[in-house]
């Protein structure tokens, strides 16, 4: 393979050529269909490139059982077009991921986005060229594109990563990371099967298979806090009414600071009575979807005895759901209150604990030593299994730029300018990296809110200034050094009004299964989805203040 300096003098050396196209887009989940369509109404030349089979991101690639949303569905997708937004019928208020494929498919055909996407196409590699401002964009198997601006529509958890364990590679069964879950059918039924991890994804996972294995080891490390989904299906008259209420649903959206129908509740927690204050609480826990996490009220998320308070509230409806009271203890975290974490979504993962199949192995006290042909040896005894399924998380926000070398104006990788945290501007632009735009980029408004709705956000900001740079004749578009390092302590700043910022997540780069993940990055911006678009209006009203476009 040749070396990054090797690449950069041979794109050098072929400047001046035409560029193959004015935008590539990496990507082709929900960021790079939006951008497509966008880009493609200005009269640019685009293509997308993916590396999946077909169109669809994260809902293309996870499909292990119970992959579905948890945010509301009808507040998921695409606001951009009112014939859309009629003929398209959700049916279930928190839709399956088979589902949310079918839409996005959908989506695809009626913009007729297939005929500029090409798929199977793994990128490796894109290197800046000043002498001609291109980007060349290098695939697997030496393929080259180039193009004018670049713009990423990476997931921001799409760098799967597994675990360490010694064997992985000598298990005779099925076994595999949940992204990356067989697209044929796996039948669970009558099998023995281990999940490792109860985080978002594990959570889904044991509360859909638990009723169908003939056992079901579900291998521990951290307890999280988790909270009933409550879904349900969308009657035709349901359908029909938040068809006619989009308009409103869209706007509450773009009023809260997570950016979904939930919003905080302001009242001081300690101005609240007791008996109301509980009463709220029972409110929240019966409903649907994030209200338990968002829609509380606001202190939970910012002091720590308000938090106290409502984690004790939540740990008494494990206990009262779990038979097996040592079980019950061991679901409980003790290393961090309610929802300073992500907040996985269930239905009947608590219950699953009561079946006489399903065994919880807590890793703290017996860890997992390696992998055997035939399942798993922990230091207390040996498992058999027929599937193992690897629920361990993501490299998140920064890992799927990680895996792509991208070479700036001054050799200097992206991968090195982010060594201790990612530093951008708005989460949309870095310094040295001219003509690279980040449509869901580190510290961007995406990142931390419902992200159909802060990418249509961003995508539009974007085809704003592409706007821009066609009717200014403009060829070279780079933020300063001093616009980045003012947004990168904003960002930092932020951090430090929530309780999350003291979590080990992946709001706070922590992965353990990743080296250098065991410290705090900061990945996300905090201030709100209103506060987000706000600046990047009063950005683009001052003349794309912090650009330089020459």
């Known amino acids: 393979m040749a070396s990054t300096a090797d690449v950069t003098e041979e794109v050098l050396t072929n400047s001046g050529a035409q560029p193959d196209h004015d935008v590539i887009v990496i990507g082709a989940g929900v960021t790079g269909i939006y951008a497509l369509h966008r880009f493609r109404e200005l009269g640019l030349d685009v293509t997308v490139l993916e590396a999946g089979g077909g169109p669809g991101g994260t809902w293309y690639w996870n499909r292990y059982p119970g992959c579905r949303f948890d945010s509301e569905s ?23 991921q088979p589902e949310t494929l079918r839409y996005l498919e ?44 670049l713009m990423t529509a990476l997931g921001l958890l799409s760098a799967a990563t597994l675990p360490s364990f010694e064997g992985m590679d000598d298990f005779d069964g099925l076994s595999f990371h949940t992204y990356y879950a067989p697209h044929e059918p796996v039948d669970y039924a009558g099998k023995r099967v281990a999940v490792i991890g109860t985080g978002a994804t594990g959570v889904q996972v044991i509360g859909e298979i638990a009723d169908r294995v003939a056992e079901l080891k579900v291998f521990q490390r951290r307890p999280n806090w988790c909270a009933p989904l409550h879904n349900a299906e969308i009657t035709p008259g349901e359908m029909a009414d938040i068809r006619a209420r989009y308009d409103e649903v869209f706007a509450r959206c773009a009023e809260t600071p997570g950016g979904f129908i939930h919003g905080p509740n302001r009242s001081k927690l300690a101005e609240i009575p007791e008996t109301e204050r509980l009463a709220f609480w029972e409110d929240l826990y019966a409903a649907p979807g994030f209200a338990v996490w968002l829609g509380n009220y606001r202190d939970v998320l910012m002091d720590e005895d308000a938090n106290a308070e409502f984690s004790a ?11 097996d009271p040592a079980v019950a203890e061991k679901l409980i975290p003790t290393d961090h209150g309610f929802g300073v974490q992500r907040v996985p979504m269930e239905t009947g993962y608590y219950e699953a604990y009561n079946r006489d199949n399903v065994e919880l192995v807590d890793v703290s006290e017996t860890p997992i030593e390696r992998i055997t042909p035939t399942g798993i040896a922990t230091t207390d005894r040996e498992f058999e299994f027929d599937i193992i399924v690897y629920a361990t998380g993501f ?47 580190p510290t961007a408004g995406s990142n931390s809110t419902n ?58 780069g922590y992965n353990s299964n990743v080296e250098d993940r065991q410290r705090t990055r900061y990945l996300i911006y905090n201030g709100g989805a209103p506060r987000y678009t706000k600046r990047l209006n009063e950005v683009a009203e001052a003349g794309y203040a912090g650009f330089t476009l020459s």
């Not at 070479?407 to 310094?431: C, F, H, I, N």
């Open 74 to 96: 009808w507040s998921y997708g695409y606001s951009f077009s009112q014939e859309l937004l009629d003929e398209w019928e959700w049916s279930e208020h928190f839709a399956a």
């Open 395 to 441: 490299d998140a926000i920064t890992g799927s730029f990680d895996r792509i070398d991208f070479v700036g104006s001054d050799g200097l990788t992206l991968r090195e300018k982010w060594e201790e945290t990612p530093v951008t501007y708005l989460g949309v632009q870095m310094a040295g990296f001219p003509n690279l735009f980040m449509l869901a980029g």
């Open 106 to 149: 959908h989506v695809v055909e009626k913009f007729d986005l297939l005929r500029d996407m090409q798929f199977d196409c793994k990128v490796e590699r894109c290197v800046w060229n000043e002498a001609d401002l291109t980007w060349t964009v290098e695939l697997e198997g030496g393929r080259r594109l180039t193009c004018r601006f």
């Open 313 to 323: 509230f939540i740990a008494d409806k494990i206990r009262g759901r779990v038979d």
């Open 451 to 508: 992200f159909p709705r802060a990418i249509e956000t961003g995508v539009d900001w974007a085809a704003d200034l592409a706007r821009h740079i066609i009717d200014n004749d403009v060829s070279r578009v780079e933020c300063t050094v001093e616009a980045e390092d003012e947004w990168t302590e904003h960002v930092r700043e932020l951090y430090a009004y929530l309780l999350l910022r003291k979590a080990k997540s992946w709001f706070t």
